[in-house]
């Protein structure tokens, strides 16, 4: 039977569940039953800071009015399949084969094209109840027509020599790696559903159609050479924690050492040897049999025999049948009503520890039977609550019962928004009525808490706290963010762009100017990193990009950029037609004029890169 009560509490409030165990006094033994998130169960009302208080429930019954000053409402949306952040992707307009049938030449709906030549695509879908995929290398790109130009060689073919998976109109292609260009060979896969082992999975060094090797980093399940186990692997890569002033927890290295415990616990593979530090205490139980032999020291002499002991002292009872509490016993405890039977009929005792019976001083008498206590009462609700019939609806001065109520509004259409609440206050598409407490928006069910189907839901923005240190889920901006203590975004996953031609952006950024000051950004069109080694002095700090315009590289403010600029003259170079555009280097970063040999590559004084013993139009 729930009780209500008027009384204040302090601490928290929270679902529980039973341990198995009991109290001293018979009672069952329960414990905390809760967990928080989305994905969490049971209930709790706590205070998570000063004066700020929490509840986390699966569904709210309001019976009357709601006053929210503010809501954030979660949805939950999800990638069917899998995602890939890589440095390309296409959507095939039209596909055929070249007037010479050696080639087919697909062309891109796409506004800006971002597959390149020697790109390997992969394109990857089911038609009917049969997987179409091709995995090919482009060997060229006409960037004007946006035309993708690809061998028949290497598409899979028939006995007769027909294509099998034949690209066509509205297939997605993928970039994975290059065959040339070592910056165009990396990629980020994340995967939900492929043989039941969701990962994430990092790819380094994609430089053909065969992927072995290739995952440098895996965080989910299905561990390379781990037996089917799931946790995180990585290829020469470092686990390292730091604290907010930098200083590091634990690392673990790529060449096998170990810092656990800010250095109490280090092992260094080139002595095989663990160090314990000063914070480290080890007890005898902590150490196998053979530390312990090893500990041990010669076997000591037999000591001298020592003197007969005395008799020890001894625990006396004596025991009394009266009601009324009965004088200190004296002696051994066996007169003025005083014995030493222990039978249902004691009601008094008295105790002493002494040589003998007849020995010491007998301690105050102590009532060890209790009297008769009064009658319990069975516990109740409120009268208010007692007194109603549980179907009708009743009013007074300080309250109001009822089975069901709906407050909020209802559009011409007869649409409601609102929050409805309490026995059968709604009915399901499917007609089936529903019992608990459910926000309405246009007859949409966007929140719900049914304690009998036991279905809860919340759709919208889920955030941790309102600020600081935190978490946030964003649905509307399709958005996973980090921040730390200071409210600074460390971590993000997002798209960039708007939702027809949005980019996956992955970022990550350091906030603490230790030694390392880390900032990396990777969307569909450019991955972008600076690296800041603040104890090292600014010559040593680093940032390099790469984007559809070009890459650049700079160590303290020197270094190169490679921008592509179509309206230069092409350069003929010996061994093929291919072209070099010109582009701006900072003066000094090449040989001058004066300096560069004949065919060799040169800056002039405004930037522009040429080749001597060429003639080249400004």
């Known amino acids: 039977m729930a009780i209500l009560s008027n009384g204040k509490f302090y601490g928290f409030l929270c679902s529980v569940k039973e341990t198995g165990q009991k109290l001293a006094n018979g009672v069952k033994e329960y414990v905390e039953d809760f967990m928080s998130g989305f994905a969490g169960h049971g209930w709790k009302l706590w205070e998570y800071m000063t004066g700020k208080w929490k509840l986390e429930i699966d569904t709210i019954v309001v019976r009357e009015t709601m006053l929210v000053f503010e809501m954030l409402i979660s949805k939950i949306r999800a990638i069917i399949g899998a995602q890939t952040i890589s440095q390309g992707h296409g959507k095939v307009k039209s596909a055929r084969i070249s007037d010479d049938g050696t080639e087919y030449l697909i062309e891109l709906e796409d506004e800006d094209v971002s597959i390149v030549a020697h790109d390997f695509v992969r394109c ?77 999975d990092v790819m380094f060094d994609v430089n053909s159609k065969n992927w072995d090797g290739k995952v440098k980093v895996r965080m989910g399940g299905d561990i390379p050479g781990g037996n089917g186990l799931k946790g995180f692997y990585s290829v020469n890569g470092m686990v390292k924690a730091v604290d907010d002033k930098g200083a590091v927890i634990y690392e673990l290295s790529p060449d096998g050492s170990v810092n656990l415990g800010k250095g109490n616990i280090v092992y260094s593979p080139s002595t095989n040897k663990v160090t314990l530090g000063s914070g480290v205490t080890l007890t005898w139980n902590n150490l196998d049999n053979e530390s312990k032999e090893n500990l041990k020291g010669e076997p000591g002499k ?83 609550i007692e007194k109603w019939n549980g179907y009708a609806t009743e009013l007074g001065e300080e309250y109001i019962v009822t089975p069901k109520m709906f407050s909020g509004t209802k559009s011409a259409d007869g649409k409601l928004t609102g929050i ?78 708007n939702a027809s031609s949005a980019y ?104 522009t890169l040429k080749i001597k013993g060429y003639s080249v139009e400004s």
């Open 420 to 497: 409805a609440q309490g026995k059968d206050c709604l009915t399901a598409a499917d007609g089936t009525t529903r019992t608990g407490i459910f926000a309405l928006v246009d007859n949409e069910i966007v929140f719900e808490l049914d304690p009998l189907t036991k279905k809860y839901a919340f759709r919208g923005k889920v955030e941790t706290q309102i600020s600081g240190k935190r978490i946030v889920l964003d649905p509307e901006n399709s958005s996973f963010e980090m921040y730390n203590i200071n409210d600074v975004l460390v971590f993000s996953l997002s798209f960039e762009g």
């Open 124 to 200: 990857q879908t089911f038609v009917g109840d049969k997987t179409k995929l091709y995995h090919v290398e482009v060997s060229s790109v006409d960037v004007e027509t946006k035309t993708l130009h690809v061998p028949l060689s290497e598409f899979d073919k028939d006995e007769s020599g027909n294509v099998l998976n034949v690209p066509a109109a509205g297939d997605e292609l993928v970039q994975f790696g290059n065959s040339q260009n070592k910056a165009r060979q990396s990629a980020i896969y994340m995967h939900a559903d492929e043989t039941g082992q969701p990962a994430i």
């Open 302 to 384: 037999d000591g001298a025999d020592g003197e007969p002991g005395k008799d020890g002292m001894r625990v006396y009872i004596t025991y009394h049948d009266s009601e009324e509490e009965p004088e200190i016993p004296v002696g051994d405890g066996t007169t003025n009503g005083w014995h030493t039977d222990s039978t249902e009929s004691v009601i008094w005792i008295s105790q002493k520890v002494s040589e003998s019976a007849d020995s010491g001083e007998w301690g105050d008498p102590i009532r060890v039977k209790g009297e008769p206590g009064k009658d319990g009462q069975d516990a109740n609700l409120l009268p208010w």
């Open 504 to 607: 996956p952006k992955f970022l990550i950024q350091g906030t603490e100017f230790t030694e390392y000051y880390p900032y990396i950004s990777m969307t569909g069109k450019s991955i972008n990193a600076k690296m800041y080694c603040s104890e090292k002095g600014s010559s040593a700090d680093v940032t390099w990009g790469i984007s559809e315009n070009g890459i650049y590289h700079k160590k303290n403010n020197q270094g190169f950029s490679l921008n592509v600029d179509l309206a230069q003259t092409n350069i003929p170079i010996v061994g093929g037609s291919q072209s070099l555009h010109l582009t701006r280097f900072a003066p000094g970063f090449l040989p001058g004029y004066s300096t560069a040999k004949t065919g060799e590559v040169y800056v002039t004084s405004d930037g």
